[in-house]
């Protein structure tokens, strides 16, 4: 399947893809009336410093340890997606734990969100990928994930 | 000191009802013009330091953001301008020369804009390109005089070294240290894929481009920075370059604030020492010390590669092209009073060379005369900046044209005209590795070829219309060229007719 990689000699850290994340999932057509003024709170977020820098969402494991370990049952796979419902999820956070790569955060009600590649959203495709300026994240097919 | 203050040039405009205060232009900017002040809960601005290259603006996600030109002016005067004045002042304060980059901007004649190209009507039918072949290709070098045949009646042909081109466009020469590895990456990529040329500049190549030499032209100029027997039978040609539109007269100047890591390797000099090439090479005092360089590198190339000489266009342009076809060099490159550099003193930027069209149509002409034309190929540089640019120069008698400051708008460049600085926001001309990484090669080398593609299409529409299917037949064309606007003398220089004539 196509995932999201992040190519981090080209991350400049600038923080686009979290505010194009934030309002790709805000279900508004206005990104200064999604925005403005609030807290943001994307599936995507920029680590590093000053010398390397990269963004880092979910990986859509080929078997993901987060929808093993979900004790709602919140987290599952829908196809190669991994995907959360967000009504059955408890805010346990046991999926914040067990990430290896720390993809998973939840949203200002506490409850979790991730990445679903923007499959079902305003975007139709990874808003993070479309406003990268350098071309550091990628959607493209590399084989399977562990 | 004195009161030495002037307002700032540009004004940052923030259009608050859509700033989201996402920080991009703070995080973007390496003059550090924008800032979050956390008292205020809004981004603020310190327009003072704002070179207007537009790197906020294009990446704000709102499109907040504009740069403005300050309205706060000195009282109107035709002699004394604005900039005139700043200009003594900034020198009072300093002692020093002023510092420009990139090309001439001042309101002389573009001579280009003022020639116009013929197209058939009835009598000798338009070609079009989308229906039939169009010939784009050209070679460079040595053309044989005379058809020579053997015995049987067979063709000599025993060709001077030549290179060859599926345009006739190439990118000029732009020193590794001037500009980026990226966006040296880019250039290299880009000229491979095109079928064409780029050049290393004075700044040696790079270990990591050898493999890029079938597509490469390598430069020796004053300073010899980065010559050795590998970089000259790396490329595709050798360039020597004895002048430079930007300053003619003067040599290329790198801070040692840019001779880091590989520069400095690749410059073959230490890190840290200023790279100042001298303005005159110091072997060459004639056109016979001209030929012993030209032979010199013919020799340690096994005559394998053509020798190009670079000259900026000065005055008697015309008679030193003549002298340089006699020197055994293959390509004469003359490059106008508009040509690009990473710096240069404002004062000989703009006030020293001449116009490449007055150049090239006096250059072509003379060498004719001469019955030398054939001896050599001119390549014209010095900001070609289109396609028609480029066919209005094949009608005039190049061979081909340089272009490097089209390039660089492809790579992102926004004329700010401040690559001296050394924090150029688009990642092209500094070498900030934090900066260098926001020009990604594979994106740059795909806007090269784009851009080059369009005027390759453009200029087979332009001589297809003229019902010309190849450039060779263009070349040195100028009956299809019409000049408006101009005097007789440009006329009679440029070897064109009025239009109406």
Known sequence: ?146 | MGVDFIYPEFEVIRNESRCIACRVCERQCSNEVHAWSERRGVMMSDESRCVNCQRCVSLCPTRALKIVRSDCRLRENANWTDATIKEVYKQAGSGGVLLSSMGNPNPLPVYWDRILINASQVTNPPIDPLREPMETRVSLGKRPQRIERDDEGGIICDLQPQIELSMPVMFSAMSYGSISYNAHASLARAATELGIMYNTGEGGLHEDFYAYGPHTIVQVASGRFGVHEDFLNAGAAIEIKMGQGAKPGIGGHLPGAKIVGDISRTRMIPEGSDAISPAPHHDIYSIEDLRQLVFSLKEATSYRKPVIVKVAAVHNIAAIASGIARSGADIIAIDGFRGGTGAAPTRIRDNVGIPIELALASVDQRLRDEGIRNDVSIVCGGSIRSASDVVKAIALGADACYVATAALLALGCHLCRTCHTGKCNWGIATQRPDLVKRLNPEIGSERLVNLMNAWRHEIKELIGGMGINSIEALKGNRLMLRGVGLTEKELSILGINHAGE
């Open chain 1, 1 to 146: 399947m196509r995932r999201v990689f992040v190519n981090e000699e080209w991350c400049l850290a600038c923080h686009l893809c979290e505010y194009n994340c934030a309002f790709a999932n805000s279900g508004m057509d206005d990104m200064v009336l999604a925005l403005k003024g609030k807290p943001i709170f994307p599936r995507i977020h920029v680590e590093g410093d000053e010398r390397i820098s990269y963004a880092v969402s979910c990986r859509h494991c080929t078997d993901p340890i987060c929808v093993k370990s979900c004790i709602a049952g919140a987290l599952s796979k829908d196809g190669d997606v991994i995907r959360v419902d967000r009504n059955v999820c408890v805010g346990c956070l046991t999926c914040v734990l067990v990430c290896p790569y720390g993809a998973l955060a939840p949203g200002p009600d506490g409850v979790m969100q991730k990445c679903e590649l923007c499959l079902e959203n305003s975007c139709g495709e990874p808003a993070c990928v479309k406003g990268c300026p350098n071309r550091a994240i990628v959607y493209e097919e590399r084989g399977e994930r562990a």
